[in-house]
């Protein structure tokens, strides 16, 4: 009884649009087929750690692996296309924005300054090499694509080229931007346009995470690890199952 209680409270009262407001999440009653499917039951969870904590010689943003994505975005005239590997940030849902971090030396950077449009392909474990190497050069001496070996497509909305091999694609409009000294600066953007090769999502619109080799990489190690175990949902301790970030 206390989950419909506080469904209802969630959907009427002003707890939803504050809900919304901070999280761009719209709370409202959606139908059954908009609604996640059960978690399945988990299958050998590892014991929760109980050790002894202990300082590390070094601080670091130590948090699980990080989404990187490939971005493309146009290059100068006459200079190739660019793509580059940066970490990425979801800034909200609704209106959909995300964010990058641009290295200052990066041709990234540069090029986010330039043109206003750009992409994120979301790689696969199966793009390993190609994403290292993308990584391991600049498109300041080459061009990436040929390096690579990935495909230049082009972006349906945007102006800007996109990664064939990428199942999922946000096209960006750049709406603000901040730089982050020593190093570093953000851009953020709205999605404008977001396309997806079948069996990447559901007809919801929801990533099928177990069917795709998601990755990510420890910052401070550098080490790139698949995702994909589902453990929950959001709303799942009020018994809600259709409420989308
Ligand atoms: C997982 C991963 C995440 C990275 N994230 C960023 C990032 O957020 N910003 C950045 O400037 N470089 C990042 N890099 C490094 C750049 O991809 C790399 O230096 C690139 O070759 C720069 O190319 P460019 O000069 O053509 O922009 C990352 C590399 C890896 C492997």
Request: with cysteine; hydrophobic share 40%.
């Amino acid at each position: 009884m206390s989950g419909w209680s506080r469904r209802r409270f969630l959907e009427r009262g002003s707890a939803a649009a504050a809900i919304a407001a901070v999280w761009g999440c719209a709370p409202e009653e959606r139908t059954d087929a908009e609604t996640s499917p059960p978690v399945p039951e988990p299958s050998a969870s590892p014991a929760p750690l109980t050790g002894p904590r202990r300082r590390l010689a070094e601080p670091g943003p130590m948090i699980p692996p990080c989404p990187a994505i490939l971005l493309t975005v146009n290059g100068r005239p006459g200079d190739p296309d660019e793509i580059s590997v940066l970490w990425t940030f979801v800034v909200n849902g609704n209106p959909p924005q995300i964010g990058v971090s641009a290295g200052f030396e990066h041709q990234a950077r540069e090029l986010l300054e330039l043109h206003d449009e750009f992409v994120l392909n979301v790689p696969v474990a199966s793009m390993i090499e190609a994403f290292d190497t993308v990584d391991m050069n600049s498109s300041r001496v080459a061009d990436k694509f040929e390096l690579s070996g990935l495909t230049r497509g082009a972006a349906s909305v945007v102006a800007a080229p996109t990664v064939e091999e990428s199942p999922i694609h946000c096209e960006c409009r750049t709406i603000a931007s901040l730089e982050v000294p020593p190093v570093r600066k953000l851009f953020i953007a709205e999605v404008v346009a977001t396309t997806a090769v079948e069996g990447a999502v559901d007809d919801g619109g929801r990533l099928i995470v177990p069917d795709v080799d998601f990755f990510g990489m420890t910052a401070g190690s550098g080490e790139h690890y698949t995702v994909g175990r589902r453990v929950g949902n959001i709303g799942m301790t009020v018994g809600r199952s259709d409420i989308k970030y």
